[in-house]
């Protein structure tokens, strides 16, 4: 049976055991049929840029085992498909990843995509900073978008950075790709950056164990920041405009602490961006407006250090 079954038809075995498990998508995809043509396309070694259309393609007994091994292992574990086969898609581009990473998803990449655009204009963005990089697929994914950039990439796990290396040179870019181990802005050098993209950690410490085990698979040091998810956004706001040219951008992803963030800065004049293929809790702000509310950021941090 198994050296008979199409491609179609793997797919459509192995969704239904996907919707039978208690699976979370969300890393990559977010249903189990996506979830499960990903997995497929992977075993055959066919492109996931959409142009496959041999469905009816007869998959060998070997590579039949072999989808079956991952559909398993992908249900008995609760781990990302992603780590399983060592791969991840972002912005249309292929990166490696491993647990010492999160798995790419941010709806940054639909900005990407975009040059930025309106926000930014592509041919006068030279320097672009990458603040927690993790594999690297931001930083590459900017640097093909804005062929006239470089990009300085920071992260501060040294495992992360190991990954976005790989990364890097398998898009053949390391002469425009820098990576740096900072904590956030601590160690980096002095710059005037065009453009600053971050996608810090910004899961509330509470939270972590209630998540999906997909979630709690991935390095906690890449979701936890404090108590209510803020820290990291916190010391990007009140540091960015330091590291910004005089007409940058800040863009900076803090996902569902949104509300807690504009609660905590009710007069930072924060713009949401919205998504034409979804996703949300993305702000901009310009050098300017960092600048003008620096005070603001820097008093509720220190208030902060005097809560018990």
Known sequence: MVASMTAADW?????????????????????????AAWLVLHVLDAPLDGSFDDWGRVVSESRGAEIDRLARARSSSGKPLAY?????????????VSPDVLVPRSPIAELILDGFRPWADPARVRRVLDMCTGCGCIAVAAALNLPGASVDAVDLSAAALKIAARNVRR????????????????????????????????????QLAGLPSEYRSEPSLGLVSGEDGLD?????LHRAPFFLARDGILICEVGESEGA???LLPR???????????????????RAQLEESRAAVAAVI??????V
Not at 84 to 96: M, P, Q, S, V
Not at 232 to 236: C, F, G
Not at 302 to 307: A, P, Q
């Open 11 to 35: 797919i459509e075995r192995i969704a239904t055991v996907f919707e039978t498990s208690s699976l979370h998508f969300g890393h990559g995809t977010d249903n189990a049929r996506d979830e």
């Open 84 to 96: 399983l086969i060592g791969e991840a898609r972002f912005a249309g581009l292929e990166f490696e």
């Open 171 to 206: 898009h053949d870019l390391e002469r425009r790709v820098r990576l740096l181990r900072s904590d956030l802005f601590d160690d980096l050098p002095p710059a005037a950056y065009d453009l600053i993209v971050a996608n810090p950690p910004y899961v509330p410490r509470r």
């Open 232 to 236: 990291a956004a916190l010391r990007i």
């Open 261 to 263: 963030l504009a609660a």
């Open 268 to 286: 930072m004049p924060f713009l949401w961006l919205e998504f034409v293929r979804g996703g949300s809790g993305v702000f901009l702000l310009t």
């Open 302 to 307: 220190e208030d902060r250090k005097n809560v």
